[in-house]
Nanobody
Framework: QVQLVESGGGLVQAGGSLRLSCAAS????????MGWFRQAPGKEREFVAA????????YYADSVKGRFTISRDNAKNTVYLQTNSLEPEETAVYYC???????????????WGQGTQVTVST
């Protein structure tokens, strides 16, 4: 079992940045690939970024490449998402995900966090 708790969301102006964190419980954290998804009101949950269990390989949605960075610290059981140059249309609940394989679609994910709200104002 893996429990995930996100933090770091909030209100930011367009062009601003936020650093999201996801703290995981469980001794097997380092064996899971981790990811971030987001869900805007009335829309489906979509992939944002993912990282392999040991960190060397990362994956991003085309819409966030060059602006978002995913990283992990296995010693702290934490995965991060640095979000830069945020746009109002990126207002959503951001969810942390853990999976045995790279979580690039919702169906790949084994565990979800409760989500953290990111609101980008104009």
């Amino acid at each position: 079992q893996v429990q995930l708790v996100e933090s770091g969301g909030g209100l930011v102006q367009a062009g601003g940045s936020l650093r999201l964190s996801c703290a995981a419980s469980g001794r097997t954290f380092s064996s899971y690939a981790m990811g971030w998804f987001r869900q805007a009101p009335g829309k489906e949950r979509e992939f944002v970024a993912a990282i392999t269990w040991n960190g060397p390989n990362t994956y991003y949605a085309d819409s966030v490449k060059g602006r978002f960075t995913i990283s992990r610290d296995n010693a702290k059981n934490t995965v991060y998402l640095q979000t830069n140059s945020l746009e109002p249309e990126e207002t959503a609940v951001y969810y942390c995900a853990a999976a045995r394989r790279i979580p690039r679609v919702v169906g790949d994910t084994d565990y979800w966090g409760q989500g953290t709200q990111v609101t980008v104002s104009t």
